[in-house]
């Protein structure tokens, strides 16, 4: 079964630009028909979805973050990533990415474990 692993910084400082890769195994980013997500969950906050992209390289955003995020792919390392710029104390969370067949995941779907990410002023 696929299996996704987020990687990247725990610490960021503000203004900055928060960045993270997933790395996916045992399927295929390029899988006809999936979405590759990025989720967050603040402190004592709900999951919050930030974006997908999609098998075909097509992306999609929430509101919420509006033109400060940017998810990208890497096919020949099988990673998609997200770039959070101008970061904020307020995006510190607990990062997931995730695999579903629609935008966003549900619990059924597959995710990573999910890393920690502080955002220091």
């Known amino acids: 079964q696929v299996q996704l692993q987020e990687s990247g910084p725990g610490l960021v400082t503000a203004s900055q630009t928060l960045s993270l890769t997933c790395t996916v195994s045992d399927g295929s980013i390029t899988s006809n028909g999936y979405y590759w997500i990025w989720m967050r969950q603040p402190p004592g906050r709900k999951l919050e979805w930030m974006g997908a992209i999609d098998y075909s390289g097509s992306t999609f955003y929430s509101p919420f973050v509006g033109s400060r995020a940017s998810i990208s792919r890497d096919t020949s390392k099988n990673q998609f990533t997200l770039q959070l710029s101008s970061a904020t104390p307020e995006d510190t969370a607990v990062y997931y990415c995730?695999?579903?067949?629609?935008?966003?995941?549900?619990?059924?779907?597959?995710w990573g474990r999910g890393t920690q990410v502080t955002v220091s002023s």
């Open positions: 995730a695999r579903a067949a629609t935008k966003v995941a549900g619990a059924d779907d597959y």
